[in-house]
Nanobody
Framework: QVQLVESGGGLVQAGGSLRLSCAAS??????MGWFRQAPGKEREFVAG??????????TDTDSVKGRFTTSRDNAKNTVYLQMNSLKPEDTAIYYC?????????????????WGQGTQVTVSS
């Protein structure tokens, strides 16, 4: 099992940046995903990266394209989500999750360990 702890959320003005971190402990050789859930909306996939190759993948929608970047530092057992040019619609709780090894990377049911989430609020 892996334990995940997110950090780095907060309140930022539109156009600003935040970098979220997700520290993993326990078994850490997992591909990781970032999800977010806005009030009244379903949780959605944002970005992910493979634990060994470092390959990254992002939501197919244009919602974060060109603005969000995920990376990882396996030596630190930490994954990151760099968020630039933030918009009010990015306001959500952001979660990192460990991929179970089966299913598509883009669906939350494919992940079996979750962090507690970190709140990101973007003011207009």
């Amino acid at each position: 099992q892996v334990q995940l702890v997110e950090s780095g959320g907060g309140l930022v003005q539109a156009g600003g940046s935040l970098r979220l971190s997700c520290a993993a402990s326990g078994r850490t050789r997992y591909s990781m995903g970032w999800f977010r859930q806005a009030p009244g909306k379903e949780r959605e996939f944002v970005a992910g990266n493979h634990w060994s190759s470092g390959s990254t993948y992002y939501t197919d929608t244009d919602s974060v394209k060109g603005r969000f970047t995920t990376s990882r530092d396996n030596a630190k057992n930490t994954v990151y989500l760099q968020m630039n040019s933030l918009k009010p619609e990015d306001t959500a709780i952001y979660y990192c999750a460990a991929y179970s090894g089966t299913g598509t990377y883009y669906a939350d049911i494919s992940y079996n360990s979750w962090g507690q989430g970190t709140q990101v609020t973007v003011s207009s």
